[in-house]
């Protein structure tokens, strides 16, 4: 009996210093409901809402010896309610058809797609013929070709003929879901144009479209005075419109590990709030009356929550800016309270906010990263306190920028590898030449500039904020030009990242040495699945248009050009950085582009694709072979043939396939993204009047 009660003593002992497990144990509960392969119905959710009262008032009013896994159990089937609650709120239409016409909408983002072409986010969108309630509440079109509307203004409302679609699916099994991203973006459609924009009526909007238009404004002038890309990622840095940073910078950034430094996050957050702390503070300290009769540590401190505030408003509501702001606003409240600023409790705080704000956050790059870098450089600082004063005093700064840069590499970079699929080996040579910069020069000048601009007096310090970005860039540039400075891995197993999360967290905020062990045993366990993880003979593209078969040499894609995004997605997935024609020219699929074959598993592969596709496979699906086809199949299928034609391929989306010896195993999107509420099936090939008719 005492193996049982042993572990329950020891945790009500330490329950005031188990806060910092809530997130963790929340964190479970919307894993798990993502993980989920069909939605819950309104039984399950209603058995679990009362799992988690009667967990909940145990946690509260139950014995001792119960309380703590009661709470814990009560976090965790609370996240997957919450992870279900908001899933529903931001339930919007999704278009279920594929549409050419006339667009109609209000600007209320803008970026860059993947092809580096300027994009418009719409809302009040307006689409012919289909009804209101069948209308996305937000579009976004890509501008192709020449077009003379190069200044979009927030809030502008435009028309333009654009091509529209359903928000597509992962590009193989298990691989990144776009479509779960547009649901929680409200974005019920995406496409692009290649005819001109037109405005139809002068910018409009409140409060939030007020701040775009502010933003775009000091983005614009800001480019004006710094030209080229050191005054494009300074007005990132500063507003967070990234629309003028060209794809080579990301690339160079990336690869040199220093992409977030471009991304609003803790970081900037941090800097800018420590910077105006710091010099408001001593600022009053020179001010002897005020000096003493105020206390000057507080009311610096709210002046910072004050310059946070602006910063989110001025930066745009996006889920990083967010996430940035809760983790100092929580921090900064602490010192308004006399608690202690940087502790494992505030970040636990901080992270549950978000959690329950937009438990959808848990999934993305950005938390995961910003909690794990923020997690590690806490854990690396009390040991730091007591080893520094080894170490001359000169040498303590730099001592001090190697070891977090290091914390927070070591923290940060399987995060970054498994969802990225690359390790920049030089990042930490990167981030010491360059964080110092953003600190000390480049972030203290933007507010220095913000302060001096109402007054016409910027232009020194944008001069200043100039030469350090354009001294970052260099140091991107250089890194990643490095022989060997990107290696690239295979995209790890499904459950590979969360084990590796919950057992790095195990080693890093555990007490109990064996707690902390198994989470050791827990990372080793994830580092081995993921060095096995087995990548697919052959991919399928979820239209049909391209194949990619796995060879000696890599993969074998059948195109040169075109369907950019999945061939390069296939490559770094792969762990993979040849580029899309280099991939065609490989050996592994032989005849000509749109009549290709090959062998997986001892059996033929046909693929055909383009004009006259389905009159090019009609005497190839013979015997036991796979044929993958981009148009309808037209006829019956042979005996023991399997096809994939397009009307298939639109009900199961990309296919990998697997050799298990001499037989093929075929996994679908479809099947391992499950039946979701964000997984909603377009219909076949239609029009715009499909949906009038409906």
């Not at 199961?652 to 909603?680: C, E, F, H, P």
């Amino acid at each position: 009996m005492r193996v049982l009660t042993g572990p329950l003593e020891a945790l009500g002992a330490a329950r005031g210093r188990l806060l910092p497990w809530a997130p963790v144990f929340l964190s479970v509960g919307i894993g798990v409901y993502f993980a989920l392969r069909v939605e819950p119905g309104a039984a399950g959710l209603a058995t679990a809402g009362l799992v988690a009262a009667v967990a909940a008032l145990a946690g509260l009013r139950g014995p001792d010896l119960a309380r703590i896994p009661a709470t814990a159990l009560a976090l965790v089937v609370g996240g997957l309610l919450l992870a279900s609650a908001r899933t529903h709120l931001v339930s919007a239409p999704v278009l279920t058809f594929r549409y050419y016409g006339p667009v109609e909408g209000r600007v209320v983002g803008i970026d860059r797609s993947f092809s580096d072409q300027l994009r418009l986010t719409l809302d009040h969108v307006v689409l012919e013929d289909v009804p209101p309630d069948r209308t996305p509440l937000r579009v976004r079109v890509a501008l192709h070709g020449e077009q003379g509307f190069t200044d979009p203004q927030p809030g502008l409302t435009v028309i333009l003929s654009a091509h529209l679609s359903p928000p597509d699916g992962p590009v193989e099994p298990g691989g990144f879901d776009f479509q779960r991203l547009a649901w929680f973006s409200r974005l019920g459609a995406v496409g692009y144009t290649r005819s001109p924009v037109l405005a139809i009526a002068p910018p409009e909007g409140g409060l939030p479209l007020l701040a775009f238009r502010m933003r775009r404004a000091i983005s614009t002038a800001m480019q004006e005075r710094m030209e080229g890309q050191p005054g494009a990622f300074a007005a990132a840095l500063m507003t967070g419109d990234r629309s003028g940073v060209a794809h080579l910078t990301n690339d160079a950034l990336r690869g040199a590990n220093l992409s977030h430094l471009i991304a609003i996050s803790g970081l900037h957050m941090g800097l800018l709030t420590g910077f105006v702390f710091a010099a408001c503070r001593y600022g009053l300290a020179l001010v002897a009356p005020l000096a003493l009769r105020l206390d000057t540590r507080k009311l610096a401190a709210f002046l910072a929550l004050l310059a946070a505030i602006f910063y989110l408003v001025l930066a745009g509501p996006s889920v990083a800016t967010r996430r940035a702001f809760i983790m100092a606003a929580v921090m900064l409240v602490a010192v308004i309270a006399d608690r202690r600023a940087i502790s494992l409790r505030s970040v636990a705080i901080a992270a549950l906010i978000v959690l329950v704000l937009e438990p959808e956050s848990l999934v993305e790059p950005g938390f995961q990263m910003s909690f794990g870098a923020t997690v590690a450089l806490i854990v690396t600082f009390k040991p730091w306190v007591a080893v520094q004063w080894r170490i001359p005093a000169p040498l303590r700064p730099m001592a001090m920028l190697v070891l977090s840069s290091l914390a927070a590499s070591l923290a940060t970079g399987p995060i970054a590898a498994a969802h990225f699929n690359r390790i920049a080996e030089y990042g930490l040579l990167a981030n010491f030449l360059a964080v110092p910069l953003m600190g000390l020069v480049v972030m203290p000048s933007g507010v220095v500039a913000a302060i001096l601009s109402p007054l016409g007096l910027a232009a020194p310090a944008l001069w200043v904020m100039e030469k350090g970005t354009w001294a970052i860039l260099l140091i991107a540039s250089w890194v990643s030009g490095l022989d060997g400075a990107v290696v690239v891995v295979p995209a790890p197993p499904p459950l590979t990242l969360p084990l590796l999360a919950l057992g790095a967290l195990a080693v890093l905020i555990a007490r109990p040495l064996p707690l902390r062990a198994a989470g050791g045993v827990a990372v080793i366990a994830a580092m081995a699945f993921w060095a096995m993880v087995e990548r697919p003979a052959l991919l399928v593209a979820g239209d049909g248009s391209i194949i990619g078969v796995m060879g000696e040499k890599g993969r074998a894609l059948s195109k040169p050009k075109g369907a950019g995004f999945i061939a390069q997605s296939w490559l770094e997935d792969d762990g993979d950085l040849a580029l899309q024609e280099d991939a065609f020219a490989r050996p592994g699929l032989t005849g000509a582009p749109g009549a290709f074959q090959t062998v997986v598993a001892g059996r033929k592969v046909w693929h055909f694709a383009g004009k006259g596709a389905a009159a090019k496979a009609a005497n190839a699906c013979t015997g036991d072979g796979l044929v993958i086809l981009s148009t309808d199949w037209e006829g019956t299928v042979p005996a023991g043939c399997r096809i994939y034609d397009a009307a298939k391929l639109r009900d199961t989306g990309a296919l990998g396939v697997y050799a298990d010896g001499a037989t093929l195993r075929i996994v679908s999107a479809k099947d391992m993204a499950g039946q979701r509420l964000w997984n909603i099936r377009p219909g076949r090939r239609s029009d715009r009047r499909r949906a009038a008719l409906q």
